[in-house]
Nanobody, 120 residues
Framework: QVQLVESGGGLVQPGGSLRLSCAAS????????MGWYRQAPGKQRELVAG???????NYADSVKGRFTISRDNAKNTVYLQMNSLKPEDTAVYFC??????????????WGQGTQVTVSP
């Protein structure tokens, strides 16, 4: 089994910054892609940003230029630096990881979610 533990959410004013972290632990041989998704009330969960093992990244158009995803492969940790936050960024943010176990099987895991609220 693999656990993803997120941290760093909270309340911030518009224009402010937050940094989310997500650490994976458990039966991990290698983590392929890691990413952040978010879900606002009444909306579907959407991809915010993703990063491959090699460091290639992709972003939702709505966060390009404001958010930066990075990862530390030695620590099995992914980060999301969020700058110039807007009220529409308010959502529960979920960490996702595609993990290869020691039997070389791949499985998708989710964190429990962390609330980000952008409000004056």
């Amino acid at each position: 089994q693999v656990q993803l533990v997120e941290s760093g959410g909270g309340l911030v004013q518009p224009g402010g910054s937050l940094r989310l972290s997500c650490a994976a632990s458990g039966s991990i041989f290698r983590i392929d892609t890691m990413g952040w998704y978010r879900q606002a009330p009444g909306k579907q969960r959407e991809l915010v940003a993703g990063v491959t093992f090699g460091g290639s990244t992709n972003y939702a158009d709505s966060v390009k230029g404001r958010f930066t995803i990075s990862r530390d492969n030695a620590k099995n940790t992914v980060y999301l630096q969020m700058n110039s936050l807007k009220p529409e960024d308010t959502a529960v943010y979920f960490c996702n990881a595609r993990v290869q176990d020691y039997n070389l099987y791949y499985r998708n895991y989710w964190g429990q979610g962390t609330q980000v609220t952008v409000s004056p």
